[in-house]
């Protein structure tokens, strides 16, 4: 089972297999066959030369022989030939009818030749008989195909040894390396940076692919990483710009819409001031009735600032609401998540140390979040040159509120500004604009809760949203 | 023109309750006004009589500085007092340098906008009876001859009667002639009437 598992995983040593026992039996074969083909050439040649020995020496002894009536040397003489290479018959019929005949009449595959007996002296020739000698090749096909075999079986053996050698060789070499290098890449990530590909190998002076591929995967990992780092940051500056682009955008319509606000709250103030003036000139002139007729002008142009007032503050209201339920644990989380990385380079810890489950908030997710990073941003900027600095989160519940706590252990809020700190232009920090806590006061309002500032008495500041919950 | 006729008022503001306050601050004081909600609607209602304009800065639709150089264009007379809001001085300033006669910052004293009401028409008074005048003097001019005309312009230089008569080789009892009738034409009293009149006419 476990044999067959690794032949069906390692495809590329059983390609390499297959084909190196192709090869080597194609190669095997045909060197085989060659070989046969000059054997069997040697062996009829044998055959041939074995004839030529009876015609040109046994021949003529045989004759002479059979001539002298010698039956003895004639039988050792017919013998002999028998142990000819591959003969297996000789039978040496005689004109006087006798007949020798030795080896077997069994074979199929032979050759045969029959050599006529011809006593010849002088002008006296006589025919003697007959000499008829087979070959057997079916022995020759026998020796052939043992030999055959014998080499096929060697090649065989040759030919798996040397296989199972070089797959052990490429296991050790290049299989394993393949297989750690496959895990390498599929386990992987870019998040954490892992540690950089190593096979292990033993020491080898010389350099070779693996190596090379070794380092050009570790260099080609590093380049990503590079590219993923400068990525991110190219990211991070977009969103940061992005954001500065965001609160810029708030700050002009902030701007605008309070110049806006300055221009039409000016047309019943110039009203006003106008009637007065002519109020008072009426007064002078003893004209009571024209001058009650002003009084209640100028109490309708007073309505009509409060009117533009409250609707400025309903069109603020209209265009930033979108309402949705919102749990608290969710927000804090993402809201301390939004500034983590600006606590990590600052190298400032942000803890929830306690939080409430399961509490509803009716708001706007977006606004909510802008809130408590505001808060937090805060926090670190004023901790940013502090050791050991650290910003804690508390959430409590009761009675249908929820306050949210943000405590840090800075240097806290001077007397002189806590009494105005969510006013518009105020701002503690040098390069601020002061309209941070000024927009989240409002923010938080808009949802029906309040936004307060106070001092720690073991130091720092602590700012609390508080929220109306939902069921 | 004569001195009789009413200066009129005309006022130029969309908002209807500034509008409606310096409509009464003008009224009670015996001026004659007309109000127009935006810069179109005066432009097709005005005359271009004895009076001044207040006119709103900022306005929906054409502003006061576009009216103000529409009005240039047609080279209407009428001063100009531009009434602007908080921030708007650089367009005051721009407005004044333009040939506003003044400007008023929103809210303003009714004393200050009757002040300056006041010496508008003075002013506006004065441009039209210095350009009447001119135009008098001017037809007057016209309709003397050729020879007139040059008589009357040797005169001026102090030129006795004898020395034109010379200097123009005529008779110098035709000189007489001419410069009487000159004096006439001219409708002037004397010398130094007829000199002055030239001088506000451009001529001198």
Known sequence: MFRFQWWQQHVLARKMIVAAVLFSSCVTLAMTLFQLGLQYRHHIETIESSSTIVRGSIQKSLVQSIWDFDDATTRLQVEGVLQLPYVRKVRLSLSDGRLFEYGSDSTIQRRSERIPLVFDQGNDRRYLGELFIAADLESVYWDLSNYAMTVLFSNFLKTLLVVGFLSYVFERNVGRHLNRLIEHTKTRKLAGYGRPLHLERLANEQIDELDVLVDSYNEMQQRIEDEHDQTLAALETRQELQQQLEQLDRQVMMGEMATSLAHELNQPLATITGYADIGQRFNRQGEQQKLAEILDKIASEGLRASEIIVRTREFIKSRTHTLERIEVSKLVAQSVELVSHVALQQQIDIQIVKMVDNCWVNGDIVQLQQVLTNLLRNAIDELKDLDSAEIWIKVRSEDEKVWIDVHDNGPGIADNIIGKIFDPFVSTKKDGMGVGLAISYNLIEAHGGALSASNRKAGGATFTVLLPTIK | ?204
Do not use: W
């Open chain 2, 1 to 204: 023109m004569n001195d009789t006729q009413k200066a009129k008022i005309y006022i130029v503001d969309d908002d209807a309750g500034v509008r409606d306050m310096i409509e009464l601050m003008v009224s009670s004081v015996g001026y004659d006004y007309q109000s127009f909600p935006d810069a179109n609607s005066f432009l097709n209602g005005f005359e271009d009589t004895h009076g001044c304009l207040l006119l709103d800065i900022r306005m929906p639709g054409m502003s006061g500085m576009v009216l103000q150089e529409k009005l240039n264009q047609q080279q209407v007379l009428l001063p100009v007092i531009f009434i602007t809001g908080h921030g708007d001085i650089t367009m005051a300033v721009e407005a004044i340098q333009n040939g506003a006669f003044d400007f008023m910052e929103k809210p303003f004293r009714e004393f200050d906008l009757l002040n300056k009401i006041e010496k508008a028409i003075e002013s506006d008074l004065q441009n039209r009876v210095d350009l009447e005048q001119r135009q008098e003097i001017d037809k007057r001019i016209g309709s003397l001859t050729k020879r007139e005309n040059e008589i009357m312009f040797l005169v001026t230089q102090g030129k006795a009667n004898k020395v034109i008569a010379i200097d123009l080789n005529i008779a110098q009892g035709t000189v007489e002639i001419h410069r009487s009738r000159i004096m006439q034409k001219m409708a002037a009293r004397s010398l130094p009437h007829l000199m002055r009149m030239l001088v506000v006419a451009g001529q001198l």
